[in-house]
């Protein structure tokens, strides 16, 4: 979750997109409030009459193991991305995380935005198709409190797994410095 000005100078920016389909990615530590903030996007694109869609990378992941792979940037830019920026409706695997394996699917529209969020939705391999990356700073420490508390305590063990591959994914992609904007998280 981010203030209302730091939202506002957000809002500002992305009203100059001029590409007729952007990818707008929204990255950070799990828990910094992506989520809320693409839903808060979408709302402005749409009372600006614009059509806008929000795919999760937590839909994208294969997985708690290993979450950041060669196959999950290559399933992102040939399922998503690229479908996107031709205009192209497609559809793509969605993993289900009580089943442990991709089961069903979801379909990409032709909208005027498209938010791909969560962690890792800013990496290199993506940059190029990114129109506008945001980075929402947090703690870590607090972002997994935020995590437990919405998803339940059930996910402790592997949540503390995530955290080391986020942040050994973090360190290697620097997406933070990479960033269009940088917004702090608020309590």
């Known amino acids: 979750m981010t203030n209302n000005l730091q939202n506002a100078e957000l809002f500002a920016d992305l009203s100059n997109l001029s590409h007729s389909r952007s990818i707008i990615a929204i990255d ?16 402005f694109f749409q009372n600006q009459d614009k059509s806008c869609q929000i795919i999760n990378m937590d839909d994208l992941y294969a997985g708690w193991q ?24 497609a559809s793509y695997q969605v993993f289900d995380w ?25 990496q290199s391999a993506f940059r190029n198709l990114i129109d506008y990356l945001i980075w929402i700073e947090i703690d870590p420490a607090i972002g997994l409190q935020r995590v437990l508390k919405r998803d339940g305590s059930q996910h402790l063990e592997q949540m503390q797994r995530f955290l080391i591959d986020q942040a050994a994914h973090f360190s290697i992609e620097q997406s933070k410095s990479a960033a269009d904007r940088v917004l702090i998280s608020v309590p």
């Open 66 to 89: 290993n979450p950041f792979t060669i196959d999950l940037a290559n399933r992102v830019i040939t399922n998503v991305l690229l479908p996107f920026n031709q205009g192209i409706k």
């Open 28 to 43: 950070g530590n799990a828990g910094a409030g992506k989520t809320t903030l693409a839903q808060q996007l979408k709302e």
């Open 98 to 122: 009580n089943l442990n394996n991709f089961n069903k699917s979801k379909t990409l529209v032709i909208s005027d935005f498209l938010i791909l969020e969560g962690v890792g939705s800013g």
